[in-house]
T-cell receptor, first 114, second 111 residues
Framework: EPEVTQTPSHQVTQMGQEVILRCVPI?????FYWYRQILGQKVEFLVS????????KSEIFDDQFSVERPDGSNFTLKIRSTKLEDSAMYFC????????????FGQGTRLTVV | GEDVEQSLFLSVREGDSSVINCTYT??????LYWYKQEPGAGLQLLTY?????DMKQDQRLTVLLNKKDKHLSLRIADTQTGDSAIYFC???????????FGDGTTLTVKP
């Protein structure tokens, strides 16, 4: 069964450092998403990406964040100058099309900023 | 903005039915979802319902939607210990990937 894979599963970084979270969406999917879940809080939408550009982003997704599809398979989330409050589980998701009922989620990357 | 609310905890005995409730505020919600998250794992889509449906049944899962009251429920029949997890209700109005999630209901199934 096709799945969304995320690496690493756990990343620890020092405050102020840059991190890149990686995702490999399902191969025939065209829409890609990042969500985050701060421990004990809701899953929050960050950004959606289609046709090599951001299609929608939330208020959380400020200049500190960027996304990229550097090649035909990877979809990355870069966080510049990490802060303690960026510690969270980050989920990548992909869907076949915009109106598709199902977005497939990866297992998540737990980011810990120390 | 949109909001989705769930009760935080539910405890049932193995073999009983579990009912997890959810309310949402966005009247333009088109898709409503139930996700399951086991400890340390990602989000697994369990089932979904379109807003023009009242009910959907899928094996042990029954989803009821009261669009007038903006109330969604998930019933799990014959609950098993393996059903212990956090269950998230989510809604989206247009873009299936951009969903608003509830806080999640932690279901504990006691033997």
């Amino acid at each position: 069964e096709p799945e969304v894979t995320q690496t690493p599963s756990h990343q620890v970084t020092q405050m102020g450092q840059e991190v890149i979270l990686r995702c490999v969406p399902i191969s025939n999917h065209l829409y890609f998403y990042w969500y985050r879940q701060i421990l004990g809080q809701k899953v929050e939408f960050l950004v959606s990406f289609y046709n090599n550009e951001i299609s929608e982003k939330s208020e959380i997704f400020d200049d500190q964040f960027s996304v990229e599809r550097p090649d035909g398979s990877n979809f990355t989330l870069k966080i510049r100058s990490t802060k303690l409050e960026d510690s969270a589980m980050y989920f990548c998701a992909s869907s076949e099309d915009r109106m598709n009922t199902e977005a497939f989620f990866g297992q998540g990357t737990r980011l810990t900023v120390v | 903005g949109e909001d989705v609310e769930q009760s935080l905890f539910l405890s049932v005995r193995e073999g009983d039915s579990s009912v997890i409730n959810c309310t949402y505020t966005d009247s333009s919600s088109t898709y409503l979802y139930w996700y399951k998250q086991e400890p340390g794992a990602g989000l697994q889509l369990l089932t979904y319902i379109f807003s023009n449906m009242d009910m959907k049944q899928d094996q042990r899962l029954t989803v009821l939607l009261n669009k007038k009251d903006k109330h969604l429920s998930l019933r799990i029949a014959d609950t098993q210990t393996g059903d212990s997890a956090i269950y998230f209700c989510a809604e989206s109005s247009t873009n299936a990937g951009k969903s608003t999630f509830g806080d999640g209901t932690t279901l504990t199934v006691k033997p």
